[in-house]
């Protein structure tokens, strides 16, 4: 989570027990409205193309040249040989939960969630409304108990993520290998490969900037100079550490791409689009 430089400036008191009057001057909802959007889009978008089962590889274009890419909700991709009626179980279905249990139970959007969704608070120095403040304070007990400690499973959801992340990374790999009409494979680079690289250098400066991962790296150490690897892990959590500042806007910025990602080839495979060729 990002360390706030300067602090706001506090609720005033009042004196008829009544929630704490709000006198910050600057816009502090526009970043939780910012994520209100973003993440409600994204979340019906994310939801359709889970359940679609459609459209996400370019795969069958390839006779016609071009690269293959693989929309990164159904990456790995695989059949699945389950129909239930006219219905085929979305291998999206049991992909996205993996990526998404990672970023849910991020430090980051822990904060966020509550405050966009729950107004628990609505921001820095903002009470909460008063019909939900009384309720919450006599049932409150923070992330110790159920439901909300189901929270700390993020340090293993990390791994997952780390994962996905190499997949992903083959993905990108795999759009700047383009088919010519012979059947040969060269080197290319269309727009949907660039939005993969962008995508995955945001996907893994967000996973990689994480806290689970800053611990990992450099925590449970009593003393960093009383060895070399101590001192290698030092250097490795220092370098983490810095990343870690800029956690919350890799975490938005990645959101952004692999949902630009993927309507980009739901574009291109439903023929919507034809893939921009830069070379």
């Known amino acids: 989570m990002a360390v706030q430089t300067k602090a706001p400036a506090p609720a005033a008191a009042r004196t008829d ?3 704490p009057i709000v006198k910050r001057a600057d816009n502090w909802w526009s970043g939780t409205l910012f994520f209100f959007c973003i993440f409600s889009l994204f979340g019906a978008w994310a939801t359709f193309r889970a359940f679609q ?3 996400y590889d370019t795969a069958g274009q390839l006779q016609y040249g071009g690269a293959q890419y693989l ?4 990456s790995p991709t695989f059949k699945l040989g389950i129909p239930i009626g006219k219905f085929a179980i979305s291998p999206a279905l049991l992909i996205l939960p993996f990526p998404l249990s990672f970023r849910l ?3 980051y959007y822990r904060k966020m969630l509550y405050r966009a969704y729950a107004a628990d608070p609505l921001g820095c120095a903002v009470a909460e409304p008063e019909p939900l403040a009384g309720i919450r304070k006599k049932r409150y007990t923070g992330e110790r108990a159920f439901p909300l400690i ?3 499973f993020h340090r293993y959801a990390f791994f997952a993520a780390a994962i996905f992340i190499i997949l992903l990374w083959k993905d990108t790999i795999v759009s700047f290998i383009f088919k010519d009409a012979s059947g040969g494979s060269h080197f290319g680079m269309g727009l949907g490969s660039l939005v993969f690289l962008v995508n995955i250098i945001l996907l893994s ?4 900037s994480c806290h689970s991962w800053r611990h990992f790296v450099g925590g449970g150490a009593d003393c960093y100079s009383c060895s070399v690897m101590n001192k290698t892990r030092h250097g490795l959590w220092t370098k983490v550490s810095f990343l870690n500042g800029k956690h919350g806007t890799f975490a938005m910025m990645s959101l952004i791409s692999v949902g630009t990602s993927d309507v980009i080839v739901w574009l291109i495979s439903s023929g919507k689009i034809h893939d921009f060729r830069f070379f």
């Open 17 to 19: 027990g009544k929630a």
């Open 53 to 55: 089962n459609n459209f």
């Open 71 to 74: 929309s990164p909700f159904y």
């Open 105 to 107: 139970s991020c430090y």
């Open 150 to 152: 189901i929270q700390n």
């Open 205 to 208: 400066l967000y996973t990689f």
